[in-house]
């Protein structure tokens, strides 16, 4: 039975009007602990809403395949002015790693590959200049490189895009990220997240991910480019504001879509 745990992922801070994108850097030490899936989890700083179903430790451990489902949840009917009609999510990008090594932070400056990726939904210099060296030195293990879009939700129907990825007992958390495009610099992913707790490889995990502002550029409205934010502001929540049309700083997380992790059976059973 899935029970459902709201958890708005691994960012949320206050940004200012004028850069979506500041605030300030709160205690992210839950930040890449594994998903607690018998709890409420209200605070920003934990991650985003997730629901789990029990480990399985039936089978062998030290690896296994996982189906991820992302799920575009930007649709005009939530966000309808000046909802583009090339709306979608980008590139994903990522690696399967350990508790060694991170890739993006709630309340932390993003990377060169997290600000290519937030602003212009470029993996590249992500894989290859941040990743590939984890995983030379062994914090991580493999890179997550899906090179298709994401369809917006369309009449009430998400966007979908579905992959694999393995996973090794010694490399057991998965960051991924994707841009919300067209925007300023904006997206949505995971960082650290575990999928294994103390019964072994989680059997299915949801989670929700809420709208972030990677604090390197200063727009409010979903188109490209604007001034850069110089120097750049911490990872922060954005949110659409209904009042007023445009997306602002936010302290509440906005959920525009979702990734779904389902543990695979063994071959030939």
Known sequence: MTARIPLFILTAVSLSLA????????????????????AEL?????????????????????????????????GVEDFPQGFPEDAHLSLIGGATHNAAVSFWDFGEVVSRGMEDMAEAGLIDILL???VAPAIDNGTADSMIEIREY????????AGIRKFEINMQVDWPRVSMVTMLGPSPDWF????????????????????????????????????????????????GLVAYDAATGVYLPAEEPQNVARLTFEKLPVAGK
């Open 128 to 130: 290859f200049d941040e």
């Open 188 to 235: 949505v992913g995971v960082s650290g997240l575990s999928l294994r707790d103390e019964g072994g490889w989680v059997t299915r995990l949801t989670v929700d991910l809420p709208l972030y502002d990677a604090g390197t550029k200063s727009d409010i409205t979903p188109i490209m480019g604007g001034p850069d934010i110089i120097p750049p502001d911490p990872v």
């Open 150 to 157: 994401t369809d917006a939700r369309i009449d009430g129907v």
């Open 19 to 38: 850069g979506c994108g500041g605030g300030s850097s709160p205690d992210n030490s839950l930040l890449n602990d594994p998903v607690d899936t018998s």
């Open 42 to 74: 209200n605070d920003p700083v934990t991650g985003p809403a997730t629901s789990g179903e029990p480990s399985d430790n039936s089978e062998p451990t030290d690896q296994v395949r996982y189906q991820v489902t992302l799920e575009n949840l930007w």
